[in-house]
């Protein structure tokens, strides 16, 4: 009897319509069924969409945070730019709260640790930019050199952020000149860390609309037009590394929905 014709006998036996007709119908099949639908095949999937709708409301109020936070120093630099405010102290309390319930919440939510680590690049950069918008005594103030100084550890940290704003033209002897190691800076971690950056003497920097003048940036006295025009490259820097980020957190899965 060749494979053919057995399997014809198999089809006729246990494949006709009627039989399966029958088995379908059979009550107890039915509730079996029913009861792996029900029990399983249901809940999994309303798990999932829960889990989904869950994961995307955290994603959301993150997002928001983190939006919030960014837009929040950002118009505060901007204010500060054409007003000196007495609010520094308490604006800056606030964002330094915000960013670390940012970044306590990125560490929770997400098992890889880039997405942090983009954070901490965001926020010192937007850190940055608001503690360069300082007043600057005259040359002949006691505190002169120590505001001056204040602002190279922001400049170094927005050049590492965003190298392709153009070459570091800040000459690495004014921080000799003015006796910067004699200073702690916020956002460096030592004199080394800023000093890397800065060539041996001051470069020209062309006048394009895409290139920053650091040097500009830091002798905030010397011309307001070249400060003004490159606290704007790095602002829409900032805002654009602010909705790549947010991206970012949108396409990431959160660790406990994996």
Same mark, same amino acid.
């Given at each position: ?112 640790? /880039? ?62 000149? /003015? ?61 654009? /590394? ?17």
């Amino acid at each position: 009897m060749n494979i053919k014709f057995k399997f014809m006998l198999f089809k006729e036996k246990y494949l006709t319509n009627d039989r399966i007709k029958k088995v379908i119908s059979n009550p107890m099949i039915l509730l079996v069924v029913g009861a792996i639908i029900s029990s399983l095949i249901i809940p999994y999937y309303t798990r999932q969409w829960q889990d989904h709708q869950k994961e995307l409301e955290l994603k959301t109020n993150l997002s928001d945070e983190i939006n919030k936070a960014i837009s929040d120093i950002l118009v505060s630099a901007d204010y500060r730019i054409s007003a000196p405010s007495n609010d520094t102290v308490a604006i800056l309390k606030n964002w330094d709260i915000a960013k670390t319930t940012i970044s306590s919440k990125i560490k929770a939510y997400f098992s890889d640790i /880039h997405i942090g680590q983009n954070w901490d690049n965001l926020s010192s950069a937007a850190s940055g930019l608001y503690r360069i918008v300082t007043y600057l005594p005259p040359k002949n103030n006691t505190y002169y050199d120590y505001f001056f100084c204040g602002r190279l550890g922001p400049l170094g940290k927005m050049y590492e952020s965003y190298p392709q704003s153009g070459p570091m033209n800040v000459a690495s002897t004014e921080i000799s000149l /003015h006796k910067c190691n004699r200073y702690s800076y916020v956002g460096i971690e030592n004199l080394e860390a800023v000093e890397k950056y800065f060539p041996t003497s001051n470069k020209s920097v062309p006048v394009r609309n895409e290139i920053v003048d650091w040097n500009a940036l830091l002798h905030i006295d010397n011309s307001a037009k070249d400060f003004n025009r490159s606290f704007n490259i790095l602002e829409k820097h900032i805002q654009d /590394h602010t909705n790549k980020f947010l991206d970012t957190v949108f396409k990431s899965s959160i660790t406990v929905f994996q």
